[in-house]
């Protein structure tokens, strides 16, 4: 419950900064509208419509009273309703999280525990070079070379997804494969690492080797003796990189020309649409809250210790 | 000049349509039937099919994007405008007027009052008839009180419009303009239905395709009007619009078959296209162009010596060779292009002359002094580039240019007409009165350089009422000496319009003004399946 309400803080102050922040930027919505074609009279002409001379808190104190009482506001840019123009882009960025989230979190987590079984094998070292090498290449790069090989020369999947309603399943799912699996090089190396590192952790206690003497099989010490007790730093790193997929992957929107949350908001920025641009923060700042309590709730579930505090 | 058999071969390959092909050979001094029985041999016999789907992929898609002609926003925004309505006069390849909505027109006495007919035959989309009320009601939204209309400014000029009948429409203007049917084929003022207002979602226009799903920002669709007046189209049953910003991504869905016709190809891009057997490039030379701005009336650029230095300086082949990789045509320090009728041959053409430069520059006492230049792509791909060859020309010359790149998203606000040298660039207008008023005439708000010269505007003024052709050609020419020898705008090059196209999709014809035949393809384009 207090976390829960100094989540709710924590929403009212990023809005606030992210509120100051767009007023230092130069230029006000009127010129990026009007841009070359600016004249002193169709600059006033939409400052007034806009609303745009009435003090900074004023905006801000009318803009947050309409917030809470449920109404988004309107693009200042478009004049299109903020709901409207969030609901397909906030649907195709949760949607785009979360198959990535499906394949990356699994895949990580068994790709890490494969590591640590033997540290410095040869399995070791091949998923950390593979992993590692991923992560250090630049997205776009990856993105680009995938685009060149599967939609340009092989013509097995589109190059850019372009959803709309109406397309059947299969359709998306074409769309959505080359985007997930950049997205999965992205976020995949992170998670393993840490898997790796939480499990030999656990491996080298005490405990661990007290349940090695006992004659448990090597199994079910990494999925029931270990696993659980690593599961708070992977449900933490997790979260971050779950946080990352809504909000930071403005790149792979970009060159795939995927119609979601991280691009709306860096256009709006350009725009100076403040409405559009803090609904975008607020989104993000959200998921943020809710993923990193999410994370802790496991950890507390996870660990004993915490579950039951003396 | 293209021979007669270039311009076969560029008709066989589909370079260009069977109208500009027709306008071309009657340049070159063909007669209709030479051109027309050329055009009837069985090599030219493809006649258009109809059905299919066209996918654009363009630049840009706003969610500012509208349907309501006085507040078209992106390049997107503006080929919905032909999509789906029509204006009242049309521009030809060669810059002239066409009829379109109006099938004719008389001017008055001094070219201040203009009589336009219009067609009897045109219906709407939702089959009313399209009338005299229609026409008086849209170009009088774009001066309305509060109106935001970019085209505000030379829509003032009409001072008074009367209807005589359902298809006579008088037009009086505030001073004679021999330009006034030109000025109605801007991509701005289109004809919407009298009384309409509501734009959010669809709209009804007179065009050759009716509006079937429009969501400002990210998905537009239109659907043939079975309807339509003109002969030349539609063809193709549907066109979706798709917006892809980045260039890399736009190519590759052309090349992959995503989409199949492409808007805006950047010159480096052009051999990716070239290579690909299943796609051809669309090459319109243009008057848009790249310049550099210096002004003056502020430090240091108002030194007609520094400025004289750096005309000299700027080495323009180079800049159309390697930046824009030949894609473009040399610029003269005014902003008309060879493609216009009014271009004059008889300014001397300047040349890349380290010597002088470096003469002027040390009379200017600026000589290895550092100049603030602002650069940036903000005004068309390649002017930061541009630039960059600029001060390396420069510093041969011993002008030491000191390259400033400010944020894009404030380019034009807090740089452009600020700062007393930067990079700038114009679309090409359709004739050069409109150019001239709009960033040289002493007292416009987009005067760049703070050009100011009386014999300039008076020039202008007087072309503006006279309507005989080689009379006005003179005086245009006298204006674009003046410019060449006191202003303080270097062209730095024109660059052609390109985009691209699958194989199959074919009746895309170039033109000078825009991109894909002047923003206008969806009516003529067909698909060979």
């Not at chain 1, 898997?195 to 661990?208: F, K, M, Y």
Request: include cysteine; charge should be negative.
């Amino acid at each position: 419950m207090q976390r829960l309400l100094l989540g709710i803080a924590i929403l009212f102050v990023v809005s606030l900064l992210i509120f100051i922040g767009t007023e230092i930027l130069p230029g006000d919505v009127a010129q990026a509208i009007l841009g070359q074609g600016a004249t002193p009279e169709l600059l006033e002409n939409v400052r007034v419509r806009l609303g745009l001379h009435d003090p900074a808190p004023v905006r801000y104190f009318r803009w947050l009273g309409n917030l809470v009482s449920g109404n988004l506001g309107a693009s200042m840019v478009s004049g299109a309703d903020i709901g409207q123009l969030l609901g397909e882009r906030v649907w195709n960025t949760f949607m785009l999280a979360g198959v990535t989230a499906l394949i990356a979190v699994p895949l990580a987590i068994l790709l890490g525990l494969l590591s640590a079984i033997k540290p410095n094998s040869l399995m070791d070292r091949t998923i950390s070079a593979v992993s590692l090498s991923l992560i250090s290449l630049p997205d776009f790069l990856i993105a680009i070379v995938l685009v060149m090989v599967f939609a340009v020369k092989l013509s097995w999947l589109p190059a850019i997804a372009n959803l709309r309603p109406g397309l059947d399943f299969f359709e998306v799912a074409r769309m959505m494969v080359l985007p997930v699996t950049v997205l999965v090089f992205t976020v995949l190396a992170h998670m393993v690492r840490m898997t790796r590192t939480a499990v030999i952790n656990v491996l080298s206690s005490p405990a661990t080797e007290m349940a090695i003497l006992k004659g448990v099989p090597r199994w079910r010490l990494l999925l029931v003796h270990a696993l659980p007790n690593a599961l708070a730093p992977i449900a933490n790193v997790v979260a971050l990189n779950l946080a990352f997929l809504i909000s930071g992957i403005v790149v792979v929107e970009t060159l795939f020309n995927f119609s979601g949350l991280g691009r709306l908001m860096v256009e709006s920025v350009t725009t100076r649409d403040i409405p559009v641009v803090q609904i975008c923060a607020m989104i993000f700042c959200t998921v943020y809250v809710l993923l990193n309590l999410f994370a802790d709730v496991i950890s507390i579930v996870s660990n004993p210790r915490l579950r039951y505090p003396k | 000049m293209a021979t007669e058999k270039d311009l076969i071969q560029a008709l066989h390959s589909h370079k260009i349509s069977r109208r500009e092909f027709m306008l071309r050979m009657a340049a070159l001094g063909a007669t209709a039937t030479t051109a027309g029985s050329l055009l009837s041999s069985p090599a030219f016999a493809m006649e258009p099919k109809k059905g299919g789907k066209i996918t654009i992929g363009v630049e840009a898609m706003q969610a500012k994007d509208s349907l309501d002609p006085t507040s078209y926003f992106s390049t997107a925004n503006i080929m919905m405008g032909f999509t789906v309505y029509d204006s009242l006069v049309n521009r030809g390849p060669d810059l002239q007027p066409i009829p379109w909505l109006a099938e004719s027109w008389e001017v008055g006495a001094d070219a201040s009052e203009w009589v336009f007919q219009l067609r009897k035959d045109v219906l709407w989309h939702d089959g009313k008839p399209f009338t005299a009320d229609d026409v008086i009601y849209s170009c009088g939204r774009h001066v309305a009180e509060g109106s935001e209309s970019p085209a505000k400014g030379y829509m003032s000029q009409i001072a008074e419009m009367t209807k005589d009948g359902d298809h006579v429409v008088k037009f009086k203007l505030t001073a004679p303009n021999a330009d006034f049917p030109i000025v109605l084929s801007d991509t701005r003022v289109q004809i919407s239905q009298n009384g309409y207002e509501d734009f959010v979602n669809t709209t009804v226009g007179t065009g050759p395709f009716k509006v079937k799903e429009w969501i400002a920002g990210s998905r537009y669709r239109f659907e043939r009007n079975d309807n339509y007046w003109g002969s030349d189209g539609p063809w193709v049953d549907e066109i979706e619009v798709v917006g892809i910003g980045d260039i890399t991504a736009r190519v590759n869905a052309l090349l992959s078959g995503d989409i199949n016709v492409m808007l805006e190809l950047d010159p480096k891009a052009v051999s990716l296209i070239e290579r690909n057997k299943k796609v051809d490039l669309i090459r319109s030379p243009s008057g848009a162009f790249v310049n550099l701005a210096m002004m003056l009336d502020r430090e240091p650029t108002n030194n007609a010596d520094f400025r004289e230095a750096m005309k000299y300086a700027v080495n323009r082949e180079q800049i159309v060779k390697n930046v824009f990789k030949g894609y473009g045509s040399v610029g003269n320090d005014h902003p008309i292009s060879p493609t216009d009728p009014y271009f004059c041959g008889d300014v001397t053409q300047r040349m890349y002359d380290p010597d002088k430069a470096r003469f002027h520059i040390k009379k200017a006492g600026l000589e290895n002094t550092s100049i603030d230049l602002y650069a940036s792509d903000v005004p068309g791909a390649g002017s930061l580039a541009a630039c960059q060859v600029v001060q390396q020309s420069a510093a041969a010359a011993g002008i030491n240019l000191n390259l400033i790149q400010p944020p894009a998203d404030t380019y034009w606000s807090s740089v452009w007409i600020q700062k007393p040298m930067v990079v700038s660039g114009w679309d090409m207008r359709p004739v050069p009165d409109l150019m001239f008023s709009i960033a040289f005439k002493g007292d416009s708000d987009w005067n760049e350089t703070k050009f100011a010269d009386d014999k300039f505007d008076s020039l202008l003024l007087e072309a503006r009422s006279t309507v005989d052709f080689d009379k006005r050609k003179g005086m245009y020419c006298e204006m674009q000496q003046i410019l060449q020898d006191d202003g303080g705008h270097i062209t730095l090059a024109f660059r052609d319009i390109l985009d691209a196209k699958a194989k199959n999709v074919h009746g895309i014809s170039s033109h000078p003004s825009g991109p894909l035949g002047f923003y206008q393809f969806a009516r003529t384009v067909w698909i060979d399946s």
